[in-house]
């Protein structure tokens, strides 16, 4: 009964404005993942969904003290105030992109969508764990920067700080290397990828906070409802930008990626296409708007750029599995959508071609992938810097799918599969691992956090200082190698970087089991003092391996260039020694 009484109140308090934390969180020590939880909702998915979005306040930028709460991260200091003095606008704000302190749109954008639309089905989870307050923080911080960022209908900033000025600069938030420049793309720069995804993450946070939309995608009579976000103004003020956004992105050409348009001083996040940007965007529109003729678009696009049956994973870079789900769910929550746009809903095919890739995955005939030995999903490419990602974000895909799937056994399936890869991440793993920073004491203790290491020296980022100066909690770290071996190095970033879009699906997989899951997440069960860096060198794109395991590209290349040489070397020594012989041969060939 507490529980929903604390559930009815912060629905009647979210009417007086933005939300005020009631209690306040603060992450509990690591030693408190050995605590069994005997409470419901359950202490350690509150702990769990609590610290990942702690995690979020941790990589703000610009004035602390703003917002609801203010700045609950004691050892973070007010920085880079001056981004946007370059444009005369103000760019400070928002999160730093990962360990270092660029500001990059591309992946805040995908972390906004992943965290909206989660909480458009699993919300209520937010409720039950007192964390909708903090919800509606993270988000506003998110969207209040992404606002500043687009001052007109087709200017879009896409990063702030340049990379190769950040690249040289490992320390703390009070030094950040300048100048930090603001890259806009614009009607002569396009960038239909960045304009489409920024009006996705628009367009979802505006159903968010709409007091009147709602959102029932499941089958039972009482379906988890959105969290108590409820505040037009901010919906509408949220709308407006993803409508401008994507008639920017839908009528400017060429179309284009925002890498093509403005260079390598944006490559930290190059996305391959913008394709799937688009369509996700124009479906995100008509969910939010009712409206058919995006719905027209979102199923032109789909058919027009041959986007069914691929099987890419979903991340900054692609979001095609989302788009198969949110069809999926369109078909459930908003048939009229596809009925307005003289189509079929057809909730069978969409269900089709969901289930197609799932099933693709579970049974390993999805390129490249297989499961570890220890049990992660591993998609070679893709999972070889931060092995989490794929996984987490399929994990979260199933579970929001399945209890729309079309049998009762697929909806089993992909529940479990889902669980496999959740109960990895929190330590059902062969190193007993938990790759949540703080959440036990086998948690990493050194993630590649610049800021969170207090460490200064860049030619010594493993070693100075000793013991990581600040603990980073409720970041999911890069995660293990292929052969789920994990070294928690400082330097090697492909396993200890922390960023905005690795922690993307994380509070939504927490508030997931908040609604279903009486048992603990699997480190509750782990002794202390289980994990230990293994034995010999790791392998991987961070700290290259010279040994026959595997040769960094520059080995392989300097070998290439030898065979190569040695080759041409045999044939002229043949050709010089040989050479009486060819001239007849090449004369005896003419006259023929
Ligand atoms: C809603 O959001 C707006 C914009 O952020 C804010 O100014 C206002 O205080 C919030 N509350 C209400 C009740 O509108
Ligand atoms: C914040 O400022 C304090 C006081 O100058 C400093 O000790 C601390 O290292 C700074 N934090 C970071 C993340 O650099
Ligand atoms: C458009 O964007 C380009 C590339 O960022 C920039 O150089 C140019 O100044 C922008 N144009 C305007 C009018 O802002
Ligand atoms: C769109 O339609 C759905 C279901 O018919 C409804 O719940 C929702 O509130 C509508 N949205 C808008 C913006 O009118
Ligand atoms: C949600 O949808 C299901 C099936 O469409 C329906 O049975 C149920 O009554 C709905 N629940 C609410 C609260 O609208
Ligand atoms: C998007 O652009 C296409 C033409 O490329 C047009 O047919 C369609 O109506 C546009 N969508 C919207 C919502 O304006
Ligand atoms: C429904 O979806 C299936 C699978 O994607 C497709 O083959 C079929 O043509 C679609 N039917 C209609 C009427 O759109
Ligand atoms: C929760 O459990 C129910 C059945 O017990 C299942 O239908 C649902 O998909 C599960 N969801 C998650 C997120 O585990």
Same mark, same amino acid.
């Given at each position: 009964?507490?529980? +929903?009484?604390?559930?009815? &109140? ?20 690591? !030693? ?5 939880? %005997? ?80 909480? &458009? @089905? ?6 039950? =764990? ?44 009070? *030094?950040?290397? @300048? ?42 009579? !009482? ?36 890498? !093509? ?21 124009? +479906? ?19 058919? #027009? ?27 459930? %929550?908003?048939? $009229?959508? =596809?009925?307005? /746009?003289?189509?079929?809903?057809? &909730? ?16 390993? %005939?999805?390129?490249?992938?297989? &499961? @570890? ?15 989490? *990602? ?18 009762? $056994? ?31 004491? *086998?948690?990493? $203790? ?9 460490? @200064? ?9 000793? #013991? ?6 409720? =970041? ?50 782990? $002794?202390?003092? %289980? ?25 392989? /290349? ?35």
């Amino acid at each position: 009964m507490l529980p +929903l009484i604390l559930v009815l &109140l912060l629905k009647s308090s979210s009417a007086l404005g933005q939300l005020t934390p009631s209690p306040t969180y603060s992450p509990p020590t690591a !030693s408190a993942g050995l605590v069994a939880s %005997t409470s419901t909702p359950n202490t350690q998915w509150s702990n769990v969904l609590g610290n990942s979005l702690y995690f979020y306040d941790a990589q703000r930028s610009g004035k602390l003290d703003q917002g609801t709460y203010g700045n609950r991260v004691e050892w973070r200091n007010d920085s880079a105030l001056n981004d946007g003095s370059d444009w005369n606008l103000d760019l400070s704000g928002g999160w730093y992109d990962a360990g270092d302190y660029i500001k990059a749109t591309f992946p805040l954008s995908f972390t906004l969508t992943a965290l909206a639309w989660g909480a &458009l @089905t699993h919300g209520e989870g937010y409720d039950q =764990a007192q964390q909708t307050a903090y919800l509606d923080g993270t988000l506003r911080w998110g969207y209040d920067w992404l606002i500043r960022a687009h001052p007109s209908d087709d200017v879009l900033f896409v990063q702030v700080g340049s990379g190769d000025v950040d690249n040289s600069y490992w320390g703390g938030d009070e *030094n950040i290397p @300048t100048p930090r420049p603001g890259y806009p793309i614009n009607s002569s720069h396009p960038g239909t990828d960045a304009w489409s995804s920024t009006a996705a993450a628009f367009a979802l946070g505006s159903m968010l906070y709409s007091p009147s939309i709602s959102y029932n995608v499941t089958s039972t009579s !009482s379906p988890p409802t959105s969290p108590s976000l409820s505040n037009s103004t901010y919906s509408s003020l949220l709308l407006s930008h993803a409508k401008t956004l994507y008639a920017t992105a839908n009528n400017t050409s060429p179309r284009s990626t925002y890498y !093509s348009s403005l260079g390598e001083s944006v490559a930290a996040y190059a996305s391959s296409n913008w394709q799937d940007d688009l369509t996700l965007s124009a +479906l995100s529109l008509a969910v939010a708007t009712n409206d058919s003729t995006y719905y027209a678009d979102a199923y032109n696009y789909y058919v #027009t750029y041959a986007l069914s049956g691929l099987k890419e994973v979903w991340n900054w870079d692609s979001v095609i599995p989302a788009i198969y789900v949110l069809f999926a769910e369109t078909a459930i %929550t908003r048939p $009229q959508l =596809a009925k307005g /746009a003289g189509l079929d809903t057809n &909730l069978t095919g969409w269900r089709t071609e969901t289930e197609n890739y799932f099933d693709s995955i579970i049974d390993g %005939t999805f390129k490249r992938s297989y &499961l @570890t030995k220890g049990g992660l999903l591993y998609v070679d490419g893709d999972s070889d810097e931060a092995s989490l *990602n794929p996984a987490m974000a399929i994990a979260m895909l199933m579970f929001k799918y399945a209890p729309i799937a079309s049998s009762q $056994q697929k909806t089993e399936e992909y529940n479990d599969f889902a669980q496999s890869q959740l109960s990895y991440m929190l330590g059902n793993n062969p190193m007993n691992a938990v790759y949540l920073v703080g959440s036990h004491p *086998n948690s990493p $203790q050194n993630p590649h956090s610049a800021p969170a290491s207090g460490g @200064t020296n860049i030619k010594a980022i493993r070693t100075s200082p000793a #013991t990581e100066a600040h603990v980073i909690y409720g =970041a999911m770290v890069g995660g293990p190698l292929s052969d789920d071996k994990f070294w928690d190095w400082r330097d090697d970033w492909a396993q200890t970087e922390v960023a905005l879009d690795y922690n993307a699906m994380i509070p939504t997989l927490a508030a997931m089991q908040l609604l279903n899951e009486t048992s603990d997440p699997h480190y509750v069960s782990i $002794q202390a003092g %289980t994990y230990s860096i293994p034995s010999g060198q790791p392998c991987d794109a961070a700290l290259p391996c010279e040994g026959s395991g595997g040769l960094s590209k520059g080995a392989k /290349a300097g070998i290439a260039i030898g065979v190569i040489l040695g080759v041409l070397l045999i044939v002229a020594a043949i050709w010089w020694w040989k050479r009486e012989k060819i001239a007849s041969w090449w004369r005896k060939g003419y006259r023929r």
